[in-house]
């Protein structure tokens, strides 16, 4: 038979072991958001609890540190963190886009330099890819890194750099050809973030936060052996991270199951209360975060059976960013006059800190359909490459 | 756990695409929904009737012990699909898919069934269903026998020869509507009780899994006949495929029918409960979108008899008002979530239980 939705012995074990880790180590209170001081390092040391328990890149190779799980035993390992409400990964970029794209591209001078302090969560990375005037259009970036000897020497300005406020690496796209154009002349670098002529300034986000940064470079000078790949050939190698975010491994369907079950919760404690609407818009989340859970089983099981995942990654960015923003909007709708508070004397504390949640994820979710490629670029994208349209 | 079809069963369905592709065109469906008469229309699909009998699916999904195949849903998803693709005329989902099986389980209980299964078996007989309650039947006029109830909880056959039937019109000329008027005092076998309405309870279930995968290929078609058009029809000196505007509406149908496949696959697995009521509403939101977007995407020849689209899109529009259409569905889920008879979280997707979920 076919068509098998069955776990195996050894699947369940893994995700026995992984429940019962998880809950000896989980943070009993949660920590403070990663887009504070404070927040950052509680996080780091997270990443360090993780590591120490062999649960950081669980996917990675185990000469690597990882575990050498499949994509399936990966979804049965983010399903259990998501339902112990585990802390969110500060280190995500690395571990979900940097780690695989060095794996692929990288020396192993620069694994064996990189790898584990990444895994560690020593090097926190954030990608640092758009600049003021190369955002959807990435490849219109003007940011140089010109060979010197055994150096580059980078100047420009970069922007929305997600967590590089704290961070202490970043990976990203420079010009070092500075006569080529649009695709060509690219390179990948690794870049140190506390090197001098780099100058990092937060940007506070909706929520006030300085969640993401620019970074101006001024002769900043960075090691050629940073350098991943080969000259030039940096498009290809940041088109290969791309299809990681945008693919599988940026946003889990564990993390919208969760929120769906959360919203579900909402739902049945104000049921009382709600209209029509709000009660068919809680359904909805509830069965497209399902069909998003689903669609990733089946994708996972192709890959693991030889296939390859291509520019219906696209697909999965537009539906899982808007499940999100609908799942906040239902959860704020069923709140209502409680959905605003940020603090509220008198209140039981319970009550306003879920509203806040319930907030502060809203805030966040209106991002979803911005990053990782805004959604309109990757409808142009599903047009183009799947459907098989022209180019407009 | 894996997620994927087997090589066979990716074979079947190609070759009844290649069967379909040549035998279920456009203009055949269009000679088929032009035909004045029934006789007329049983010829126009004559020669499709007389392959799709060659391909040797009869007895499917019996199981072995009783001279079929012993295959499962599984295994008969991807052909629905098909069958949706094609907009095919001819009742194979309802009977091979849903009634066959449903006839095997009354012919364990009565023995009497067994002579109208040897038919089936032997590809002489067709059998339809209909649900108690549920009087209006598609295809009805091919049917030899029909399987119904004379009230709620029975199961038995009629030889639709004694059936007292008068004729029904459908928005979609090729499903062909019977209305049973009236069943004859006694039926050829019948079964009463708990066993009954699990078979019937199974059925509803299969014709579920199955009616959505034929939304899902209906999906498909559509989208694919509006890209064709969109790439050939043009205005302002080019075609208006390159128009983000259009674009991005075929997009968003693209995104609604691949979000709604896996769920309609994995309730092929385990038909029933609230997977299968997903499923239906996931299909048919997505046939629905691919309809509309088609349509519009035709621009004033998508209001125009003269395109075929219209076939697909009546078909769509028929498959998804059954079993109490999108409201009857949608509750059966909402129902499950409020009371919290479903098990939920990201640790149960394939919890047996919530597959089950709670039956109306």
């Given at each position: ?87 969110f990964r500060v280190n995500q970029n690395g571990v979900f886009l940097f780690g695989p794209t060095l794996m692929e591209y990288g020396t192993p001078e620069q694994k064996a330099r990189f790898l584990p302090r990444l895994a560690s969560g020593e090097d926190i ?222 209140v039981e504390s319970g009550a306003v800190d879920d509203a806040c949640r319930w907030m502060d994820g809203f805030l966040f979710s209106l991002a979803g359909p911005i990053y990782a490629g805004a959604n309109e670029i990757q409808r142009n994208i599903i047009a ?9 | 756990m894996d997620f994927t079809f087997e090589e066979e069963q990716r074979l079947a369905a190609q070759s009844l695409r290649a069967l379909l592709d040549d035998h279920c065109t456009g203009a055949d469906l269009r000679r088929a929904a032009e035909a004045l008469d ?323």
């Amino acid at each position: 038979m076919a068509i098998d939705l069955k776990y195996t012995a050894r699947q369940q074990a893994l995700r026995s072991e992984v429940r019962g880790w998880l809950a000896a180590n989980v943070p009993t209170k949660p920590l403070p958001s990663f887009d504070t001081e404070a927040g950052f390092e509680a996080h780091r040391q997270w990443e360090a609890t993780l590591n120490a328990g062999r649960w950081s890149m669980v996917t990675w190779p185990t000469e690597y540190g990882g575990r050498g799980l499949d994509l399936i035993e990966w979804l049965i390992f983010e399903e259990e963190y998501y339902r112990a409400d585990a802390p969110f990964r500060v280190n995500q970029n690395g571990v979900f886009l940097f780690g695989p794209t060095l794996m692929e591209y990288g020396t192993p001078e620069q694994k064996a330099r990189f790898l584990p302090r990444l895994a560690s969560g020593e090097d926190i990375w954030a990608q640092v890819w758009s600049e003021p005037q190369a955002g959807s259009d990435l490849a219109a970036l003007r940011t140089t890194a010109i060979r010197d000897g055994d150096e580059y020497v980078l100047n420009g300005h970069k922007i929305w750099s997600t967590r590089a406020v704290y961070a202490d690496w970043g990976f990203g796209l420079f010009r070092t050809d500075p006569t080529s154009e649009r695709h060509r002349g690219l390179s990948y670098l690794a870049v140190p973030l506390r090197t001098p002529g780099i100058r990092v300034r937060g940007i506070a986000q909706l929520d006030g936060k300085s969640g993401f940064a620019e970074i101006f470079f001024e002769d900043a000078r960075v090691p050629a052996n940073n350098l991943i790949g080969a000259e030039g050939q940096g498009w290809s190698i940041a088109m290969a991270t791309a299809g990681f975010e945008r693919g599988l491994m940026l946003r889990s369907p564990a993390r919208f199951q969760r929120t769906a079950q959360r919203l579900v919760e909402l739902y049945r404690l104000h049921a009382a209360d709600c209209d029509p609407g709000t009660e068919a818009a809680v359904t909805q989340c509830w069965m497209d975060a399902e069909s998003y859970a689903l669609a990733t089983y089946m994708t996972a099981s192709r890959l693991i059976a030889g296939g390859s995942i291509g520019a219906e990654a696209s697909l999965n960015k537009v539906f899982w960013s808007e499940l999100d923003l609908a799942m906040h909007r239902a959860a704020l709708a069923i709140l209502g006059a409680r959905a605003e508070l940020r603090e509220a004397p008198g209140v039981e504390s319970g009550a306003v800190d879920d509203a806040c949640r319930w907030m502060d994820g809203f805030l966040f979710s209106l991002a979803g359909p911005i990053y990782a490629g805004a959604n309109e670029i990757q409808r142009n994208i599903i047009a183009e490459r799947v459907l098989g349209l022209p180019k407009g | 756990m894996d997620f994927t079809f087997e090589e066979e069963q990716r074979l079947a369905a190609q070759s009844l695409r290649a069967l379909l592709d040549d035998h279920c065109t456009g203009a055949d469906l269009r000679r088929a929904a032009e035909a004045l008469d029934f006789e007329s229309y049983r010829a126009a699909c004559a020669t499709r009737a007389g392959k799709l009998a060659e391909l040797g699916l009869a007895g499917m999904l019996i199981p072995d012990s009783q001279g079929g195949l012993g295959l499962g849903p599984a295994d008969f998803v991807l052909l629905a699909e098909e069958a949706g693709w094609a907009a095919l005329p001819e009742p194979l989902v309802e009977s091979e898919g849903v009634a066959n099986v449903l006839l095997a389980e009354l012919t364990r209980h009565d023995a009497a069934a067994g002579e109208v299964l040897g038919e089936v078996l032997a590809g002489s007989a067709l059998v339809l269903c209909a649900p108690p309650g549920v009087d209006v039947v598609s295809s009805i006029g091919l049917a030899d026998y029909l399987l119904t109830g004379a009230h709620d909880g029975e199961l038995a056959v009629y030889r639709t020869s004694e059936l007292a039937i008068e004729s029904a019109t459908s928005v979609d000329p090729l499903r062909r509507l019977g209305r049973i008027r009236q069943l004859p005092g006694r039926p050829l076998a019948s079964l009463g009780g708990e066993a009954a309405r699990l078979a019937w309870q199974a059925a509803e279930a299969r014709s579920a899994v199955f009616t959505a995968a034929q939304l899902l290929g209906l999906a498909a078609r559509m989208t694919a006949l509006a890209v064709a058009y969109a790439l050939e029809r043009k205005q302002f000196g080019r075609v208006i495929a390159a128009n983000q505007a259009v674009k991005h509406q075929l997009a968003d149908v693209q995104i609604r029918t691949e979000f709604a496949r896996p769920v309609v696959y994995a309730a092929s697995a385990a038909p029933g409960g609230v997977r299968a009521a997903h499923a239906l509403i996931a299909a048919g939101d997505a046939a629905q979108l691919a309809a509309q977007t088609a349509i519009q995407v035709h621009g004033a020849m998508g209001y125009s008899w003269e395109v075929d689209l219209q076939f697909y899109a009546k078909r769509a529009w028929a498959l998804t008002g059954l079993q109490g259409g999108r409201t009857v569905q949608f509750r059966r889920v909402h129902t499950a979530l409020r009371d919290g008879a479903l098990p939920i979280g990201p640790d149960r997707l394939f919890d047996q239980v919530s597959l089950q979920g709670a039956q109306p």
